[in-house]
Nanobody
């Protein structure tokens, strides 16, 4: 499985972006798909997830501004971001993991070690 992100850019605060994550080599139909972000050498923070049933969850700091979605036909995971803030500046990663029944834990319980497949990241810079 290969995940490739794109869509990162430098934008003004208040602007919008749509990040994409194209998956290839996928053979599973039950999964947990996630978006993470990392600032410098800090730990990655899970910000959004979607499970096989389409259920979504978000970390509190992005609720109402971020929207995760999946286009099965295109094998592409999206993260739509509105009302960008300076604190959204980070490298954004998608990650996926096949799971039993497509289960995802709540976003605040996501652990990096539980995800085997990661993209290379796409940089988002929000200018004040």
């Amino acid at each position: 499985v290969e995940l490739v992100e794109s869509g990162g850019d430098s934008v003004q605060a208040g602007g919008s972006l749509r990040l994409s994550c194209v998956a290839s080599g996928v053979t599973y139909n039950a999964y947990c798909l996630t978006w993470w972000r990392q600032v410098g050498g800090n730990e990655r923070e899970g910000v959004a997830l979607i499970d096989s049933d389409g259920k979504t969850d978000y970390t509190d700091s992005v609720k109402g501004r971020f929207s995760i979605s999946l286009d099965d036909a295109k094998n592409t995971l999206y993260l739509q971001i509105h009302s960008l803030k300076a604190e959204d500046t980070a490298m954004y990663y998608c990650a996926g993991q096949p799971t039993v029944g497509g289960y995802c834990p709540p976003t605040n319980q996501l652990r990096e070690d539980d995800f085997h497949y990661w993209g290379q990241g796409t940089q988002v810079i929000v200018e004040p």
